[in-house]
């Protein structure tokens, strides 16, 4: 019976080494087992960690939810063998997901327009536009620009995700996988999207910190696209996987605003 869950852990452990970024593994030791976590990404993740286990003691309740920093490998908790001549049996499973759940937006913060100082664009969906800002993400922003349109950092952060290979964009979802993008982790752990940047257009590398205003790259029509713009959101991890948006506010030469549908705004 040992032999077989052990078989199944490395199974499992197995396939999520492949294609994952994050690893939860054990160690033996004399009086039982320890378990650790990795996370590679440049991001926290949040790991819900559960186990079917005998004859083990674990030294945190079950099941876990965890919030694993960039970068680190910890350790998780431990189990104590509490009756090791019976044998005992541990098998676990895991899953995780992209930020820390725990963050809170700051909402005081005045964004920057994304876009060159004193150029005007039309915002042509807002916060829940009918068009593709209905569930999931409903708080983003779709400023109408030509290809090419250089793009600023609207907020301090780091360059956790991008994408900038990608040339097709299209009108209908299937197109969705093709997008280019950059993702700017904020340092309230909330997360900036800039989507359908051009072929290339991406002029920052991941891991890099990029300030407010900094040219991060140049827009264009990839993945899910009508034509060229720029899809902006800033989001935090939801509990349970994915994402929330977040309603934010711009500063702009008539103050300090949530932005409309339908309005033009000029770089500031
Ligand atoms: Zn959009």
Do not use: C
Request: proline share 4%.
């Amino acid at each position: 019976m040992k032999s077989f869950w052990l078989l199944l852990f490395l199974i499992v452990s197995g396939l999520t080494q492949d294609n994952s970024s994050v690893n939860v593994y054990r160690i033996e030791t004399e009086t039982g087992i320890e378990i650790y976590a990795k996370n590679s990404n440049l991001y926290p993740v949040t790991l819900n960690y559960m186990v079917e286990y005998e004859n083990l003691t674990p030294s945190r309740e079950l099941p876990l939810v965890q919030v694993l920093q960039p970068n680190t490998d910890q350790k998780l908790m431990e189990f104590e063998f509490s009756n090791l001549a019976a044998g005992w049996e541990y098998s676990s499973r895991y899953r995780y997901y992209m930020g820390d759940v725990n963050v809170r937006h700051n909402d005081s913060f005045a964004y920057r327009l994304p876009f060159p100082i004193g150029e005007e664009f039309l915002l042509t969906q807002g916060f829940n536009g009918s068009f593709s800002h209905q569930g999931e993400l409903p708080h983003a922003l779709d400023f109408a620009m030509p290809e090419g349109t250089p793009i600023y950092a609207a907020r301090n952060g780091k360059v956790v995700m991008l994408e900038g290979s990608n040339s097709k964009g299209g009108p209908t979802a299937e197109f969705m996988e093709y997008a280019n993008f950059i993702t700017v982790m904020h340092d309230d752990g909330t997360f900036a999207d800039y989507s359908h940047l051009k072929f290339r257009g991406v002029n920052v590398e991941l891991g890099q910190n990029v300030r407010m205003g900094q040219l991060i790259g140049y827009s264009g029509a990839t993945g899910f696209a009508t034509g060229p713009h720029l899809h902006f959101v800033v989001k935090k991890a939801k509990r349970g996987g994915g994402f929330v948006s977040i309603p934010v506010r711009f500063a702009t030469r008539r103050g300090i605003m949530e932005l409309q549908a339908g309005e033009s705004y000029i770089g500031y």
